[in-house]
């Protein structure tokens, strides 16, 4: 089965500075790749998402990469604000629609 | 995002009960999932649904149960056979069968499950 990998575990930035987080996949038929943020006590919700037939998503502050031959995507926030402290879970979607979530990174932004 | 209501949002149980959580949505969706989340890990997939009155086992199924009745309806019973209960439990559903661009996963708030 799928299986995703999430790098780092916590992440520490200063406010205004950009954050970069990591995840690499093991099924090449993966094809959807979405990204939640969860603060803290609360659900998961979803913030950026991209196929597998496209290369990078743009929106706003954040972004998502996808290299589809080194099987990693990564999802870059810039400008850090306080209110994007918490934890981001990226996922990939297997031929079958199944999601497999990597471990999360707790980002916190130092005012 | 209101659309999945998990209750309740705390629950306290004795070990070798069983407890069942609750979960609605009202987002006439398809396929509905149960994960669990334990502290500084991702979310495992304990059971899911894509149909009425049919559901699969995913990840960790072992310990808990479910039904289907109905569309709106996926709870999850967390029997005394399950060893390490305590955890926060998130119910999501897709529109499709499966999650994809089209038919992304929405959670509802969770229920932190406390079995001491």
């Known amino acids: 089965g799928e299986n995703v990998e999430q790098h780092p575990s916590t992440l520490s930035v200063q406010e205004g500075d950009s954050a970069v987080i990591k995840c690499t996949y093991s099924?090449?038929?993966?094809?959807?790749f979405p990204w939640y943020k969860q603060e803290l006590g609360k659900r998961p919700q979803l913030i950026i998402d991209?196929?597998?037939?496209?290369g990078e998503k743009k929106d706003q502050r954040i972004a998502v990469t996808l290299n589809k031959t080194a099987k990693h995507f990564s999802l870059h926030i810039t400008e850090t604000q306080p209110e994007d402290s918490a934890v981001y879970f990226c996922a990939a979607s297997d031929a079958g629609n199944m999601l497999t979530f990597g471990g999360g990174t707790r980002l916190m932004v130092k005012p | 995002d209101g659309g999945i209501t998990q209750s309740p949002k705390y629950l306290f149980r004795k070990e070798g009960q069983n407890v069942t959580l609750s979960c609605e949505q009202n987002l006439n969706h398809d396929a509905m999932y149960w994960y669990r989340q334990d502290p500084g890990q991702g979310l495992r997939l304990i059971y899911y649904?894509?149909?009425?009155?049919?559901?699969q086992k995913g990840d960790i199924a072992e310990g808990y149960s479910v039904s289907r009745e109905k569309k709106e309806s996926f709870p999850l019973t967390v029997t005394s056979a399950q060893k390490n209960p305590t955890a926060f439990y998130l119910c999501?559903?897709?529109?499709?069968?499966?999650?994809?661009?089209?038919?992304?996963?929405?959670f509802g708030n969770g229920t932190r499950l406390t079995v001491t």
């Open positions: 649904s894509q149909i009425v009155n049919d559901f």
């Open positions: 991209i196929r597998s037939n496209v």
């Open positions: 999501a559903s897709s529109l499709d069968r499966g999650s994809s661009y089209n038919s992304p996963l929405h």
């Open positions: 099924d090449s038929a993966s094809n959807y």
